[in-house]
């Protein structure tokens, strides 16, 4: 057989937003909560794309190329929202409830009588992915940036935990505390505001 | 790197705290042993803990499915100026 076979990827700026806009979007939408943020981010995406067209190399698709590069924005978003917000990592600066609110200290952390998790009964066939959406999205607003980006990033991104914990620069332990944390608080909130307990 | 403080546990003091502490871990990684004995154990003798392991998976299928099933788009008017953002940079 003597077909040539081109394997090699090519760039076509020109159909990028008809392809992949809604797709890069959606994409940013569900890691940073924001809408005008999540445009920025594929207008940024583009602009940067369309700086290092030069340097592609067609290893990869090019719809692959574009979402590591809006990838990688999402985490700058995120990285730069820890530095200007003067360590929201430090509990104290945070004012959410803290743990004591939902544990207590005095018996083994065993769940505070207000703050037990409520029988949520059959909440599979009632429940609604947008309704249920919109009010995640108000509890994830309340929470510190970066725990917010540690919380829909690594559900979202099946990458390895340690991956989400060098992007943004954590130790494993400090992971599993925050994601402990938000849990906590967004468990709380859905109860509240969702299921109306 | 900011400091956090780290979750200590002691099987003898063990908790709702720290087997709601695992359970957010185990969705991660692997428990060792001994920390699925402690949480099956725990969740064993505490009803809101088994409810919290629940509805903490619930919340983690919920989210997936919201991002996943979203028919999401950008506006028309973002795409056509970013259409004419491109036009301008490749024309150059």
New interface residues.
Partial sequence: MNTSVNNQNTLN??K??ELY??YL??FA??RVNNDELA?DL??DT??SA?KARDTYKGEAAEKTWLVSIIKNKIIDHYKKA?TKNE?P???QTYDAPS?DY??NKE?????QNNN?????GE??SS?D??E??KI?EGCLSELPEKWKGVFTM???DDAD?KLVCKEF??????F?????RA??Q??AC?EKNWLKL | ???????KHKWY??????A??LM??GS??HLSFSEKVQVWFHKLI?K??R??A???K???A??????K??S????TQ??QS??Q???E??KK
Avoid at chain 1, 107 to 111: A, E, H, P, Q, S
Avoid at chain 1, 169 to 174: A, E, G, I, K, Y
Avoid at chain 1, 176 to 180: A, D, E, K, P
Avoid at chain 2, 1 to 7: G, K, L, P, Q, Y
């Fill in positions: 700026p020109a990028w937003v806009a809604d979007y959606k939408y569900y445009e594929v207008q583009f602009l369309l820890s360590s990592l430090k509990l743990l939902f544990f018996k083994n952390g065993d769940w037990r998790p409520k029988d949520w909440v599979d429940y992915s947008k249920f959406y995640l690594s559900l979202l935990s620069d954590l130790s494993s332990s400090n599993w505390v925050i994601i402990h849990k906590l967004i468990r859905l | 790197m900011e400091h956090i403080e780290e979750h003091t063990f908790g709702c705290k720290d709601t502490y957010e871990k991660f990684v505490c809101y803990c409810r919290f629940i509805q903490t619930k919340i983690n919920f989210f997936r499915i919201s991002a099933e979203s999401l788009m950008l506006s973002k795409k970013l259409n953002l491109i036009t940079i490749t």
